[in-house]
């Protein structure tokens, strides 16, 4: 990736921010009556964590996460570390995890087994992308913004060597 430029839009913002409505619709509906606590992967859950904190309707708690099994590149190391932890307590509550990809699924499994040991009530998984192509470990989000194939993409919240988070849309690297 070294002569790195910005590809075609992949998703607008429109469209994103259609999907969380209706992913929105489908967990107030999934919890009704419940209480569910979001907690957002930092930093490239960022933009869809809100979007999804807009359109979850049930009473929700919000927490934040920061994981990493990238270092500065493109190339995933594999070795998952929690950098910080969550601040709040999730015993006995509706856990769902807002991500921005799931890729091999490394980070995800690794977190959704951290978060486990806490005996939360549940654990679900909402990603803005998945790339199933990639997958090396067995996990599955429960709900799924976009499927994409296998681009190093970048917007919404997703970087590369820490730019382009700011891009309102999603596109990818050609280089
Ligand atoms: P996994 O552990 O599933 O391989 O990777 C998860 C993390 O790697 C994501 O949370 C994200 O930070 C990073 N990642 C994986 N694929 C991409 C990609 O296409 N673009 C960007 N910007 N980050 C990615």
Not at 6 to 29: D, M, N, S
Request: proline share 2%; glycine share 8%.
């Amino acid at each position: 990736m070294e002569n790195n430029t910005v590809g075609k839009i992949l998703f607008t913002r429109e469209q994103i921010e259609k999907r969380a409505e209706e992913i929105g619709a489908q967990i107030a509906k999934d919890y009704e009556g419940e209480e569910v606590y979001l907690v957002g992967t930092l930093r490239g859950a960022v933009m869809w964590m809100a979007d999804m904190m807009k359109n979850i309707t049930n009473d929700a708690e919000i927490d934040f996460i920061v994981a990493s099994s990238y270092g500065s590149a493109s190339t995933t190391s594999g070795v998952v570390k929690i950098k910080k932890d969550l601040d709040g307590d999730i015993y006995g509550k509706n856990v769902i995890i807002i991500e921005d990809i799931v890729d091999t699924g490394t980070t995800l499994k690794f977190l959704k087994e951290h978060l486990a040991d806490r005996n939360p009530k549940s654990i679900k998984i909402c990603t803005l992308l998945d790339k199933p192509s990639r997958r090396l470990v067995d996990v599955k989000a429960d709900y799924v913004g976009f499927e994409v194939e296998n681009l190093f993409v970048i917007g919404y919240g997703l970087d590369y060597d820490q730019k382009y988070r700011n891009l309102p849309y999603i596109s990818y690297l050609e280089g």
